[in-house]
């Protein structure tokens, strides 16, 4: 993505947190994340994040999801001596659509992109409004989608180590 894009797509999360009620720093607006997973399809799939701390305790991060923006199928492995990332999700404005390993839903309230459904495999759906939140234990398959209206998500975990994710899609690039 070029600087331009990139730009852009800051911008209109600003404006999700402010309606969110989130105020960032001027660093942290300008260190916000926004990753399309090397797919080149950011409105379809992607993330824009912010990291307030990352330690080898814990870890606090508030992210956006444009209107039906979809983050791909991944796990959070063990490394090392730790069992993966364990973290919970909260949201804060909109609806989140979060699928998880267990007893599948029968008719989802939303679907992937159709031409990279085979790269989705869970289908426990949780839905999270406002204020409510989910914890997903390590080493556990999940994906997520924003509602029509996008959504604000803070999530709260273990060290995160986003290079090690696990993605059910090869062709998935996370740095």
């Given at each position: 993505m070029n600087d331009e894009k990139v730009n852009h797509i800051r911008k209109e999360c600003l404006r999700y947190f402010k309606q969110a009620g989130i105020a960032l720093t001027p660093?942290?607006?300008?260190?916000?994340?926004?990753?399309?997973?090397?797919?080149?399809?950011?409105?379809?799939?992607?993330?824009?994040?912010?990291?307030?701390?990352?330690?080898?305790?814990?870890?606090?991060?508030?992210?956006?999801?444009?209107?039906?923006?979809?983050?791909?199928?991944?796990?959070?492995?063990?490394i090392g001596t730790s069992k993966g990332k364990e973290e919970t999700f909260r949201c804060r404005m909109g609806r989140v659509y979060l699928y998880v390993s267990g007893t599948e839903t029968p008719n989802p309230s939303i679907l992937p992109p159709q031409d990279k459904m085979n790269h989705f495999t869970v289908w426990k759906e949780v839905l999270l409004k406002p204020g409510e939140q989910y914890t997903i234990s390590p080493n556990t398959l999940h994906w997520f989608q924003a509602g029509e209206t996008g959504a604000v998500v803070s999530e709260f975990s273990t060290q995160s180590t986003d290079e090690n994710d696990v993605f059910t899609d090869p062709a998935v690039q996370r740095v």
């Open positions: 660093e942290e607006k300008e260190n916000m994340e926004v990753t399309d997973f090397g797919m080149g399809r950011l409105r379809e799939m992607g993330l824009q994040l912010v990291v307030y701390i990352n330690t080898e305790s814990y870890c606090a991060k508030e992210m956006v999801l444009l209107p039906r923006q979809t983050c791909p199928e991944h796990l959070h492995p063990p």
